[in-house]
């Protein structure tokens, strides 16, 4: 059934009842009246008010227990309900069965008890979805009564005997589901300052998320998920792109994990309703802000936000927004992986280095000056084999050693050997601008050599 808009349709000792010596009424869900659809307002007000006119009725002795006036905002008029008199709702799940509507609780010398504000979200989101709430940027969250789309009175003010708080400046809600793109709305996008007693608009909506690749299970007890973290600091930690140190505050350790697993551990941490901080603090996952966002195949941090380890092939798809709210990128990184074969990573023994052999004024390889080629943060590609892959990156757009052109394909040798081989083996490869670029180096034996 639908929300009940038609007061006609709340049959007194049925749906309503009436108590006129603690003046409060109840409704409840039977007959026409389905809860999670509720009833309007304007119904009940005008259900009110047909009973207290009717001449026979035993109510006309009792004042009438709603009043609804006018007022302006932002030059708008907006109307408010008043449960006057000493009248109020019976009870939470009375209040929580009224729709489109938003009130105050007065006692009978017209103090004001409580305050309710109207919020009702504007925009499609997936069935059964959970939507919720704070009331202070400082509060734990607080899910709404129902699921799905949003149309439900929530307390703003109480009190000292009606919950002793005055919440009227901060409302944010949240949509956050598996599998689907999150959303979230605060005050400020209604255009309001306060939830004084009116209608909030909550701008939420949510669609279904490709870039989620695993599951909750699979998130929470598997690499490369499970050493995916995110610290949060109250000092700047500058992180250099392109030869310049910029601020952020929040850091994720991505573990060598690919753009989309980080998304998705970051995903799956903001659905948390506890602590996410790795570090010293405490943040609440569930109304954390976002971390990163992904538009097609590319990923944008959220604000102070900086991912460290991140696969060195995803280099060109993440846009870092720093403290000062400035996006940065790095130059086009070209990426790859260097693949050995059993024999060069055997023991964890053998070594291996990457040099130019098309530089300028015989600077590269094979000459007494080879220059060993740097990795795009300026680190020699040298070391040892310590597994059948190890990744590479290549400062495409900005590597000038040995006086060559940047921007340009570079041309490389990869020289690798294990300590029981008499001799290297040299590969050589054209680093282009592209990633996942995969380089394969083979052992060479000599059938000569005595160990």
Do not use: C
């Amino acid at each position: 059934m639908a929300k009940i808009t038609d007061g006609d349709l709340l049959n007194v000792g049925t749906e309503l009842t009436i108590n006129t010596t603690a003046r409060t009424f109840t409704l409840t869900a039977t007959g026409n009246l389905v809860a999670k659809d509720g009833v309007t307002l304007q119904a009940l007000h005008s259900k009110f008010i047909k009973l207290w006119d009717d001449i026979a009725s035993v109510y006309r002795k009792h004042p009438l227990p709603t009043d609804f006036s006018l007022f302006m905002v932002a030059n708008q008029p907006k109307g408010i309900y008043q449960f006057v008199w000493g009248w109020k709702p019976a009870n939470d799940a009375t209040r929580k069965m009224l729709r489109d509507g938003w009130w105050e609780e007065r006692s009978s010398a017209w103090v004001l008890n409580r305050v309710y504000t109207g919020v009702v979200s504007r925009g499609d989101v997936s069935t059964w979805s959970q939507l919720y709430y704070q009331l202070d940027s400082a509060d734990a969250p607080t899910n709404f009564t129902y699921t799905d789309e949003i149309n439900e009175a929530v307390q703003v003010y109480g009190d000292a005997s009606n919950g002793n708080f005055d919440k009227r400046a901060y409302f944010k809600a949240f949509v956050r589901e598996y599998g689907y793109k999150y959303d979230d709305s605060i005050l400020a996008d209604t255009g309001l300052s306060g939830t004084w007693p009116y209608i909030i608009d909550m701008l939420l909506q949510n669609e279904a998320d490709p870039k989620i690749i695993a599951n909750d299970a699979t998130v929470s007890s598997t690499l490369p998920y499970t050493g995916i973290t995110v610290t949060y600091y109250n000092t700047d930690q500058n992180r250099n792109i392109w030869g310049t140190n910029y601020p952020f505050r929040i850091i994720v350790n991505g573990n060598n994990a690919t753009l989309e697993q980080i998304y998705t551990k970051l995903q799956y941490l903001l659905r948390q309703n506890s602590d996410i901080d790795s570090g010293a603090g405490t943040v609440n996952g569930k109304t954390a802000s976002l971390l990163l966002t992904m538009l097609g195949d590319s990923g944008t941090t959220g604000t102070w936000v900086y991912i460290d380890n991140f696969n060195s092939n995803d280099t060109n798809r993440i846009t870092f927004t720093d403290k000062n709210w400035v996006a940065r990128v790095f130059p086009f990184v070209a990426a790859g992986t260097l693949l050995f074969d059993s024999l060069l990573s055997s023991g964890g023994t053998g070594h291996y280095s990457m040099y130019f052999v098309d530089l300028p004024w015989s600077f590269d390889y094979p000459s007494d000056t080879a220059v060993v080629v740097n990795d795009a943060s300026g680190t020699p590609i040298t070391g040892t084999i310590t597994g059948s892959s190890i990744s590479f990156t290549y400062d495409y757009d900005g590597n000038v050693q040995g006086w060559r052109a940047p921007w340009t394909d570079a041309n490389v040798a990869v020289v690798a050997s294990n300590a029981w081989v008499s001799y290297h083996s040299v590969t050589y490869y054209t680093i282009a601008k592209l990633v996942g670029q995969n380089i394969s180096v083979q052992w060479k034996a000599d059938p000569i050599f005595i160990p």
